[in-house]
């Protein structure tokens, strides 16, 4: 049986690592907890006019997850994964900001 060379793996790990960061080096976020970002601000946004007890937010909150092509379980797995990396969650927290601050200038430029 043949030895993988250290260096391999190294290499290996190294590029892991690296396919977990943006291009300057920083984590980011993967493709479903990006989508998880465009729901959890759908439903913040949802929130400002429909409090969660009203069956009306219940259908909006379905209507934001069909739209996102997301499932209820495909939400929670996300949710998990969060879970197994507190560290993600502060990013999650900041992509969130981001994306708040993103939607409040292109409304604000769109009023003008």
Not at 12 to 19: T, V, W
Not at 35 to 60: F, R
Not at 80 to 97: G, M, R, S, T
Request: glycine share 4%; with cysteine; net charge negative.
């Amino acid at each position: 049986m043949k030895k993988t060379p250290i260096s391999s793996v190294f290499l290996f790990s190294c590029l892991c690592a690296l396919a977990g960061c943006g291009k300057d080096g920083s984590p980011r976020l993967r493709t479903d907890q990006k989508v998880l970002v465009q729901v959890y601000v759908d439903l913040l946004e949802i929130q400002e006019t429909l409090p969660p007890s009203e069956p009306a937010y219940l259908d909006s909150s379905r209507n934001i997850f069909a739209r996102h092509h997301l499932s209820q379980s495909e939400y929670e797995r996300i949710v998990e994964k969060l879970n197994q990396k507190p560290e993600d969650w502060e990013l999650f927290y900041k992509e969130v900001l981001r994306e708040i601050d993103r939607r409040e200038t292109s409304g604000s430029q769109t009023e003008e």
